[in-house]
């Protein structure tokens, strides 16, 4: 894994400039604030005329785990919490000479601005007015197009397969994609938003970077981690005019907010399961008659509690995925008397001219004759879709999360979490033996994921929040003669100057005889590719009268190791029909007649390249929402975004210069030399 060797020493100068950008900002600041998986919670508090009520005591309180806050009301009465996590909350104000309001019930949502206004009357503070918060229709204070799916909902609607993320299809503008709608390993994550690709959303949990960089995508994931729905304590999808703090996408922001303990310890465990009697056979029943197997086991359990009552709690997550698929597959394969070089047309020799009569044996090449022997026998007389098998398709994924927050201070929490996934998906191939072993065969994803951070109250109208994020994908396929560990070409069938690299030689190089179907190993795997995201963020909030003001800046270190160029074990095409006689009319017969002979119409064959890419991004905003009066609420937001152009550690890039008609290599100096791109700054 190169990645590791060439990371940790940028890595570590980041990380100190991180904390040291935080530590600045905290001593020179009012304040810092973003919302990442929290929300904001705002209101006024008046008398029984409506009048403003300033220096009253505002007081928050999380039911669960009894963290509490509080604020004075400013001059105009209003008051504002930032960071607050999601959850249920007791919401009072007291001032003397009145009588204390309480609201109960008050349900804060991801990435809200929540405004609960309260009416305190003239009386004692030992009375108190207490109500029962209504449910929020409209927020007033925020201008985004978003949908909050609740914790509850994640647990009680149906998912098929559990993919939490299936429920943002709840929103308007949100369709499914087509890449996690066929096969049996679909994308998790894919839905399309506001007619734009899957790729172009982006995925946060705890208000960290949670987006697969493998750009073709071998977990077969949109996202790194994806908890179960028990995990989930709420998650909201922006999918337009959304706050200057999210970006890096044009489609949705799925902001997750990652489940946490409670003052009362709880759990869950669940099975669900499929079973093959349970099933149909299907409209294309095998010709044997045997249903295909189907048995599906999804199980797991969630544990969460307190450490130390109202000061520190845990949370932890487990599931356990395993499923055997089957699907009737068909199979053009050579006849037995094709095997014995018997065709049923006249054949002619290209280049000795011998014409040999239909039925007459033709003679082959060793290589030929090892490749059609070590075919397995048709399951019936027909010289078209001629075997037919079950062809089983398997995933066996393990996953787990944990999670713990800490209330330091009244003025200062953190947390921390990680993640964890494997999974280990196989495709049988539809043809069996060493000539077969076409299809993806070997998929391989090994996913972790830290995230921790700080928020810190430095004044009644300030906060400060630094996060940091790390996250390693290991991930993708190998043919099946590799699974399999069958000697190489060279060794089984005499074959010489392949690669023999042993993450590519084994098994057959890719046959294809037109009118047949593939032999031998697929052509594009191996492939591989290792993204490792470094992500740090520092979020400052402060309020300024009517303004609540937010700045922050995130940076993104992306390393990449790929391997995705094919064919690397060579792939050999039989199409020209070379030995068809003059005047013949065309058949695919004579495509096989030309393997048998060895003419082969096109040869493929790459070389084997690793790439270690390198990219980094900046984004940085300032956020005012300006709350002009009580009826106009502006949300004005600046971002900037910058994304280096791709470097490769060791220049292993090249680039075409049209004006001067030359190939430009990559060379050590600037972003430009390096990526024979000109940056883009705008």
């Known amino acids: 894994m190169r990645g590791l060797r060439y990371t940790l020493r940028p890595m570590r100068n980041l990380l100190v400039r991180t904390w040291v950008l935080g530590a600045l900002l905290l001593l020179t600041s009012g304040t810092a604030w973003a919302q990442f998986e929290t929300a904001t919670v705002i209101g006024t508090v008046r008398d029984g005329s409506g009048a403003v009520i300033p220096g009253a005591t505002v007081t928050l309180t999380n039911t669960a785990t009894g963290v509490v806050q509080s604020r004075p009301t400013e001059a105009g009465g209003n008051y504002e919490f930032f960071n607050v996590r999601i959850g249920t909350y007791v919401i009072t104000a007291e001032l003397s000479g009145f009588t204390t309001a309480r609201v109960e019930g008050v349900v804060v949502t991801v990435g809200a601005r929540q405004r609960v206004d309260l009416t305190m009357a003239i009386g004692g503070l030992e009375e108190t007015v207490q109500v029962r918060a209504n449910a929020v229709l409209l927020q007033t204070d925020s201008s985004d197009r ?256 944990g999670k713990v927050d800490v209330q330091v201070s009244p003025r200062l929490t953190a947390f921390g979490r990680i993640g964890w996934r494997d999974a280990d998906i196989f495709d049988q191939p539809s043809i069996s033996g060493p000539s077969g072993g076409g299809g993806n065969a070997e998929t391989y994803v090994n996913n972790k994921q830290f995230a921790g951070g700080f928020t810190f109250t430095a004044t009644d109208t300030s906060l400060l929040e630094v996060r940091m994020g790390w996250s390693r994908t290991v991930a993708g396929k190998n043919p099946f003669a590799l699974f399999d560990g069958q000697g190489t070409a060279e060794s089984v069938y005499g074959i010489t100057g392949l690669p023999s690299d042993p993450r590519v030689a084994a098994g057959l190089p890719t046959q294809l005889i037109n009118g047949y179907s593939d032999l031998g190993r697929q052509a594009t795997n191996p492939q591989w590719q290792y993204p490792e995201v470094w992500n740090p963020k520092v979020n400052y909030s402060w309020l300024m009268g009517r303004h609540s003001m937010k700045a922050g800046y995130e940076y993104q270190k992306v390393f990449t190791e790929v391997q995705d160029v094919n064919p690397l074990y060579g792939r050999d095409s039989y199409a020209g029909q070379f030995t068809r006689p003059a005047g013949a009319a065309s058949n695919n017969l004579y495509n096989m007649a030309d ?88």
């Open 146 to 401: 978003s949908q909050v799916i609740t914790g509850e909902q994640t647990r009680a609607l149906p998912l098929n397969g559990r993919e939490y993320s299936a429920l943002a299809l709840l929103s308007p503008g949100v369709r499914q994609s087509a890449l996690n709608s066929g096969g049996f390993t679909p994308r998790e994550g894919a839905f399309n938003v506001n007619g734009l690709r899957s790729t172009f959303n982006n995925f946060l949990i705890d208000g960290v970077d949670n987006n697969a960089y493998g750009t073709s995508n071998q977990g077969f994931s949109n996202q790194v981690m994806q908890p179960p729905p028990d995990a989930v304590a709420e998650f909201k999808v922006v999918t337009n005019n959304m706050s200057a703090e999210y970006g890096r996408s044009g489609g949705a922001t799925i902001n997750v907010a990652y489940a946490s303990g409670t003052n009362r310890f709880r759990g869950s465990i669940w099975e669900f399961a499929r079973r093959t009697d349970f099933n149909a056979s299907g409209f294309f029943r095998p010709a044997s008659g045997q249903k295909p197997q189907f048995d599906r086991d999804q199980y797991g359990g969630v544990f969460g509690g307190p450490i130390v009552k109202n000061r520190a709690f845990f949370f932890a997550d487990v599931e356990i995925f395993r499923q055997t698929r089957g699907q009737a597959a068909n199979s053009s394969i050579p006849t037995m008397d094709q095997r014995a070089g018997i065709l049923g047309v006249d054949v002619r020799h290209p280049i000795t001219g011998t014409l040999y009569p239909a039925g007459t044996p033709l003679p082959m090449t060793p290589f030929a004759r090892k490749v059609l022997n070590d075919l397995p026998m048709p399951s019936n007389g027909g010289s078209v879709n001629n075997l037919q098998i079950l062809q089983l398709f398997t995933n066996a994924t393990d996953k787990a999360g």
């Open 595 to 682: 393997f048998m002979f060895g003419l082969r119409s096109t040869y493929a064959l790459s070389n084997l390249l690793v790439a270690n890419l390198v990219q980094d991004m900046h984004f940085a905003y300032v956020q005012d929402d300006w709350r002009v009066n009580d009826r106009l609420t502006l949300n004005l937001g600046l971002r900037y975004e910058f994304a280096t152009p791709w470097v490769e550690e060791d220049n292993l890039l090249s680039n075409y210069n049209p004006a001067t008609r030359s190939m430009m290599m990559a060379r050590d100096g600037s972003i430009q030399d390096r990526s024979t791109i000109r940056p883009d700054t705008n």
